[in-house]
């Protein structure tokens, strides 16, 4: 087995001159073969990391490499930090999980950069990095998808089988439904408590555009999962791609959670709230949302005060009343199975088998479309479908923790809630969130197999190092 370390570079001799020893040093101590390969692109072109990581692959192919590792040329594996480069033998490996620029955490939940090894099929199959995304942004998550699509990713589902299951249709026009109080539903979101939804959402594209951060035009937006009106308490799918928690304290301040999602994915949404501790914690499929991992907002979530008081008054499922008739959000589109309210905080333990397992004490409301409709809920305009569900967890890389320690240097990404780079970096932002994830792009056709590039010099810097000099 023969390792070929993959990495992009233009004006980064700095660097270079601290990556070649040091990282050399690591793969030594760990008894690899290996060679360096720096795809140098010359010329005055925007820089293209994605095509340079690519060149660098083919010439590690051509001189017999078995797996590579596309590398930043920033990020230092630290001695006994755990980072694996040995042969990947099912799948993909992201080993750049422990950032010390990132206080040792993931930037985000699919993070897919700084270090990750392929073997050569694995490459193939995936064509490796686009050759369109030019100056800084994207391209990582670009290959990231690539993975999802060859099924290389840690895609793991909360039920192991589907099943059937009957749910609530919501057609992002007309229809909801209306759930009437009870006795025992009297105050219960002032106090502790539980909500547990399990729903599938959909993007309403023609009324509201994928918020995107590089478009300024675009409007941010949420639709009505669960709502009690008024200052309005529930759960929402927002045109930024998450399910959000939205609830106030008495004195009108707004809290709010959220955990990011792809429409089109059942997911069982679950909020707990203990107005001793002052805290709410959001769950997707019985685990607790983490900011830490970069998929969610902190949680627990501490509020101040407490939680506000609401009337007696219906709790609406795909739509507000506190919105107007012709406003473009005031529907949800997409589909909700199984509504319960508890009047207590629920414990981690029974949030974790919530799926297996519906704690009977202190259970306010349930519905759950497989049995009969409570006499209390009015369904308007929704149809009862039925079909054989899986609840996909959230898609994330095979990964292996890995300590890096990140060179200096200048943050190019997301700066002040916008794009360092500005118009560049919001064009790779439409390429991969508008075509690659919509599946208008054919990624089969871009990649290692259209590589187009002028070989001007091979360099050698070590006897295990290489400067790839190209034009393209």
Known sequence: MKLGVCVPYRDREEHLHEFIPKVG????????DFCMYFAHQCNDKLFNRGKTK????????RDGCTHIVWHDIDMIPEEDGGADYSYPEKY????????????????????????????????MNTNGYSNEYWDWGMEDDDLFWRCHKEGYLNDSHLN??????????FDGEYSYAKIEPTREMRAWNGRSHTI?????????????????????????????????????????????????????????QHNYMWVKRYDG???????????????SHFYLNGSEVDSKGGYGSPSPYQWTGKLKMYPQQPIYLGTTPSLPDDSLIKYFKGDIAKVDIWNRALTPDEITTLHLDSPKEDHIFGLDMNNNTPDNVNLINCEVKEEDITIPNSILPHRVEGRFRCLPHEDEGLVNGGWKKGKTTAKNEERYVLQMQQDKVDYKSDGMNSLEYELLSIESLTPWAKMINVDF
């Open 54 to 61: 690519n060149i660098a692959a083919s010439q590690a192919f």
């Open 196 to 252: 547990s939804v399990l729903t599938r959402a959909y993007h309403i594209e023609d009324k509201t555009p994928i918020f995107l951060i590089g478009d300024k035009e675009r409007k941010y937006a949420e639709y009505p999962i669960l709502r009690v009106p008024g200052y309005d308490y529930g759960l929402s799918f927002n045109n930024s791609r998450a399910i959000s928690l939205t609830y106030w304290n008495t004195f009108n």
């Open 25 to 32: 040093k690591y793969l030594k101590s760990q008894g690899i």
């Open 160 to 169: 192991e089988k589907p099943y059937k299951q009957k749910y609530l249709q």
């Open 265 to 279: 994915q059942w997911s069982w949404v679950t909020a707990v709230f203990d107005a001793d501790k002052r805290q």
């Open 92 to 123: 993909p490996r992201h080993i750049a999980t422990q950032i010390s620029q990132m206080d040792y955490q993931l930037k985000y939940h699919e993070y897919f950069g700084g270090a990750v090894v392929f073997s050569r099929e694995q490459v």
